[in-house]
């Protein structure tokens, strides 16, 4: 590589998403994306672009959030290495938003288009229980909510299907593969985990508001599936609130092309893309998630 030649990373982000307008730029707002480039570019003195491996609503957490970024290999004339660049930036940024992790990737790595899954929670604390330190990243309900019930509808949802009932897609193309629909409870807490290839629009969140109508015993398990072939949105459209979902992490194959990439999970190793899928398949947004 000639000397000159830019290095490129790829970073974990970690935020809060509370007082973020979402992760993607946009004119006149907070955004991930905005404070992210403000700083890199404040330390580089560079105009400095990055990459999201996928888009986060407003008030929508990230803990394994993935973005791709390109540097000249001397920053004000000196030479930094990843692991001081990452104790530069956090040191910068403001408290709501930090790098988790920093590593070498090639110039031609894309985090939305390799990825091949990506993980969503969905935390709701239930009976009215409320726990003021996590007022902004669960949803807190009076409800006492059937988990069994919640669990027979998730596992319906699992699949590759249609899901336009559940989101949309700015292309208009909305078959998806859930590789995983999950629910623990600890307690008072119930998680909801969600995986798969890509999202449509306010999908995670339509799919947890259809599980809270099913736990509160408002809908039958069984009537998922004809639900979902209806032709119209579940539950008019509605979704949970954006506060209780964190993007927990995006995975991708285990190729030379990204380094030591997280593995997908055993239920999904061999649900990767297929060649010739059509570009509906490519993670969009989760705008709204």
């Known amino acids: 590589m000639p000397a000159g030649a830019p290095r490129c990373a790829r970073a974990v982000l970690e935020y809060d998403g509370t007082a973020f307008a979402g992760s993607q730029v946009q004119p006149n707002a907070r955004t991930v994306q905005g404070v992210l480039e403000e700083a890199l570019n404040r330390l580089t003195g560079d105009r400095v672009r990055i990459r999201l491996a996928g888009r986060t609503d407003a008030g929508v957490h990230a803990t394994g959030q993935v973005v791709a970024f390109c540097l000249p290999r001397r920053i004000r004339g000196t030479a930094v290495g990843w692991r001081e660049l990452q104790r530069r930036l956090n040191a910068i940024l403001p408290p709501d938003l930090a790098i988790r992790s920093v590593r070498s990737a090639a110039a031609g790595f894309d985090p939305r288009r390799d990825a091949v899954a990506r993980v969503y929670r969905y935390r709701i604390r239930m009976g009215g229980r409320s726990q003021p330190l996590d007022r902004h990243s669960a949803l807190e309900i009076e409800d006492r909510l059937d988990v069994a019930a919640m669990e027979a509808a998730a596992s319906a949802l699992v699949g590759e299907r249609d899901f336009a009932a559940l989101g949309s897609d700015e292309h208009g193309r909305t078959v998806r593969h859930l590789l995983e629909v999950a629910i623990r409870r600890r307690g008072s807490l119930v998680e909801v985990r969600v995986t798969a290839d890509a999202f449509l629009r306010r999908m995670v969140r339509s799919i947890v508001a259809l599980l809270l109508e099913v736990g509160r015993g408002r809908l039958a ?69």
């Open 221 to 289: 398990a069984g009537d998922v599936v004809s639900l979902l072939g209806a032709g119209r949105r579940i539950l008019d459209g509605r979704a949970a609130p954006a506060k209780g979902l964190t993007l927990e992490k995006v995975m991708y194959s285990n190729t030379s092309k990204i380094g030591k990439a997280e593995s997908l999970p055993s239920s999904a190793r061999n649900e990767r893309r297929r060649p010739g899928r059509p570009p509906s398949a490519e993670p969009e947004q989760e705008a709204g998630t």
